[in-house]
């Protein structure tokens, strides 16, 4: 094939050897991912700036750049952000399966 | 006494412009304040209550959250929670009125009845087609005319009921219980006159909203911010004006004690009002009272276009949210692992 898949996420050129500083471009994600990423490494006190992108509509990725603080690793920040968000994920789908086992709510028949 | 604004947790609606518009929750934004992720303070504050159900849609609240978090649960359902739609259409005969193209558009926006959950999707167009992921349907109507006078013609509409279904392989056991049609069967597709008919072979296949709207399983999937109407118990308002004042927000949101004339917000109610900001254009209501959204109380409404039961969009949305970081995941931890490589 001549367009091959691109890899899920490339480190753009210009990041530190270290990776205290680097933007990652995620292939075939978008705002939904993007912006709950975000706000998951901005909770991670390490972090010392966070922000996303979409950088062309027409262009299926999306960049994250990440600047940790103590020359820590934004590699390792991206992961655990990632553990936690699937963390939080579980826990809405557990709170509304109990909600709609246990809770009393207003059923009813809707015309169509 | 309460202060009247707190930026942290309330958005503020005035006359003109918003104020408190971004969450602040952060790590270093408050000094000596811990911000940090906790999924125990999570769980402590995170309160998700389904309010109303109805075989259609469902209204539910989430509590505790980001607004980046309801968004992306808002944003996978329209656009990622997987459905079965009519995607090729093999014409052998169509001598309708409609042209071929515009006959196939509109079957394809059918809502069909399929659980997406048996079906595989297929990795790309050209992939050969399998009994697991293609549905096999056909269209098959002629016009004819009729004796009766009152209806002289015989199937002069083409109706999505018409679609029937041509089982495949394993497919006749997998779909036993349910067999697959349109969720609705009168939608008109086309119309015919005596001697016209359409004459069609329809591929259904797995596909989600981003690729075309027509996979989308919701009608609807919306959320607002809990509106919270704060009196100043510092200046009340007027008895005289009460009524006037009652009438400056949506029915039922503000009461009227009968004997004093004060007035006071419905807990309950409150949930309906439209926050139009009708009360702040009335100088004598100037002080009395400001307007709010609560910033992490999302109230959702979400219709279901028929695949999947109104209650099951959520957990289907979180299923996907949870395989998105998944796969992200292990392409970090593998990028991870070339980084360790080259370092050695």
């Known amino acids: 094939m001549a367009d091959a898949v691109p890899p899920k996420i490339r ?7 270290d990776l205290s500083a680097a933007t990652y471009q995620i292939y075939d994600e978008s705002h939904t991912i993007g912006n709950a990423l975000r706000w998951m490494l901005m909770k991670n006190p390490k972090v010392e700036f966070c922000g996303y992108s979409v950088p062309h509509p ?3 990725t999306i960049q994250v750049r990440i600047q940790m603080y103590d020359n820590l690793s934004s590699l390792e920040a991206l992961i655990a952000a990632l553990s936690n968000l699937d963390d939080l994920c579980l826990t809405i789908g557990e709170a509304y399966d109990k909600s709609l086992q246990e809770d009393k709510y207003t059923r009813w028949e809707e015309k169509s | 006494m309460q202060p009247l604004s707190d930026p ?34 999570f769980k402590q504050n995170l309160q998700v209550k389904v309010q109303k159900l109805s075989q259609r849609s469902i209204d ?18 329209i656009a990622e929670v997987p459905t079965v739609c009519i995607e090729s259409v093999y014409v052998w005969n169509n001598t309708s009125v409609i042209v071929d193209e515009v006959l196939a558009q509109r079957i394809g926006m059918v809502p069909l009845n399929v659980d997406p959950a048996v079906m595989e999707m297929k990795k790309s167009p050209d992939e050969q087609p399998t009994d697991r992921n293609t549905m096999v349907f056909k269209l098959q109507v002629a016009c004819t005319r009729s004796t009766n006078r009152e209806e002289p013609y015989i199937d002069d509409q083409v109706l999505s009921g018409h679609l029937t279904w041509e089982p495949v392989g394993e497919q006749v056991d997998v779909f036993a219980h349910k067999p697959p049609a349109p969720t609705n069967p009168n939608i008109v597709l086309a119309k015919l006159r005596p001697g016209q ?14 690729d ?3 996979f989308s399983p919701v009608a609807t999937a919306s959320y607002r911010l809990l509106p919270y109407i704060q009196l100043n118990p510092q200046k009340p308002v007027p008895p005289q004006h009460a009524e006037k004042f009652q009438k400056c927000f949506s029915k039922g949101v503000i009461r009227i004690d009968p004997r004093t004339q004060t007035v006071s917000v419905d807990p309950e109610a409150v949930r309906d009002d439209t926050v139009s900001r009708e009360v702040l254009r009335h100088p004598e209501f100037e002080g009395c009272v400001e307007l709010k959204r609560i910033r992490d109380y999302f109230l959702f409404n979400v219709e279901s276009e028929g695949a999947y039961p109104p209650e099951r969009l959520l957990p289907e949305a979180v299923h996907v949210f949870r395989s998105k970081i998944d796969t992200i995941r292990e392409a970090a931890l593998s990028l991870r692992a070339e980084d360790v490589e080259m370092n050695n």
């Open chain 2, 60 to 77: 539910f609240d989430i509590v505790g959250v980001d607004a980046s978090i309801a968004n992306a649960f808002r944003r996978i359902m």
């Open chain 1, 11 to 17: 480190i753009m050129k210009g990041a530190e050897p």
């Open chain 2, 197 to 210: 008919e359409v004459n069609m072979e329809l591929h259904a296949v797995k596909g989600v909203g981003k």
């Open chain 2, 8 to 41: 942290r947790r309330h958005v503020n609606i005035r006359a003109e412009r918003v104020a408190d518009v971004s969450s602040t929750d952060f790590p270093g934004h408050y000094p000596g304040e811990d911000h940090s992720w906790s999924l125990d303070k």
């Open chain 2, 212 to 214: 075309h709207a027509k």
């Open chain 1, 58 to 60: 027409s262009e299926n």
